[in-house]
């Protein structure tokens, strides 16, 4: 195995692939550009994959809704897309032709899938619609696509957050696309949710989970070489005391290997390109 430190994205995946449970069904859409695509779908499908070929061999991964279990070590290029050709072409178990096939969503069919946005606030309100007022917006974004449904309908969300500065978490969001904790989960019930929501919040400085029963963001693990003094500066509320957070945890050997080996041999889902 090539020995090499871990990277900042075999972390995530790692730490993600952690908290995946055997027998789950876990769904992710496609991002493209950058740091977008590594987040909210690169890191996902490798954390699922590995959850599979490690703990979790009965996990099903819903790929953009319809291609099951593919073999994303067949990956040679990232589809931009959740109807790309080269999905097509890529061997899985199945090709479902309705959308999401005999998953049925609004009854908690789907254990967990995969958010991403601009803002992320304090009671995990997620926003990918605009920045500013709705009717005069500053910059207008991709919009929700299936965000609603995911924050409202899964088993639980993880929020995947590439970009971590003040301007993205904030004690508000401009414009609610998904929805947190308002009021805590007694909050969510009022709004009629009666499960789900988000479960963790990866960045490339911290792991943030919550405090569910009041709806607040908290910082669960703080990345290696990552100060307090940074991660505040760098968060635009309040983080409470920081002083019993622990580093997140680094991969094992056995991890990586898998990782480098079985998942992502090509190098395409963890930004190591061969």
């Given at each position: ?29 496609l991002a493209t550009g950058g740091a977008a695509a590594l987040y ?42 959740e109807f790309d050709e080269s999905l097509h072409d890529l061997p ?183």
């Amino acid at each position: 195995m090539n020995n090499d430190k871990a990277s900042l994205s075999e972390m995530l995946i790692v730490a993600l692939a952690r908290t995946i449970r055997d027998g789950e069904v876990g769904f992710t859409g496609l991002a493209t550009g950058g740091a977008a695509a590594l987040y909210a779908a690169a890191i996902p499908l490798a954390a699922m994959q590995l959850a599979r070929l490690t703990h979790a061999p009965n996990l099903t991964i819903l790929l953009s809704g319809w291609c099951l279990n593919p073999q994303l070590e067949r990956i040679d290029i990232m589809p931009d897309s959740e109807f790309d050709e080269s999905l097509h072409d890529l061997p899985c178990e199945a090709q479902m032709l309705a959308y999401p096939g005999q998953y049925a969503h609004k009854r908690g069919d789907i254990d967990f899938g995969f958010s991403s946005g601009v803002q992320v606030d304090a009671v995990g309100n997620l926003n990918s619609v605009c920045i500013g007022d709705y009717r005069r917006p500053k910059v207008r974004l991709v919009g929700p696509i299936l965000q609603p449904e995911h924050m409202a309908f899964f088993q639980r969300e993880y929020i995947m957050a590439p970009h971590h500065d003040r301007r993205n978490f904030v004690e508000r969001v401009d414009y609610i696309s998904g929805v947190g904790y308002p009021g805590g989960v007694a909050g969510r019930k009022e709004l009629g949710l009666d499960w789900g929501g988000p479960e963790l919040v990866f960045t490339p400085k911290c792991i943030f989970g919550f405090d569910k029963e009041h709806g607040r963001m908290r910082v669960h693990t703080i990345h290696p070489g990552v100060s307090t003094e940074h991660l505040r500066e760098s968060t635009g509320f309040d983080l409470g005391d920081l002083a019993d957070v622990p580093e997140t945890p680094l991969p094992s050997p056995e991890e990586l290997e898998v990782l480098r080996r079985e998942v992502d041999p090509r190098g395409m889902l963890t930004g190591r390109r061969v």
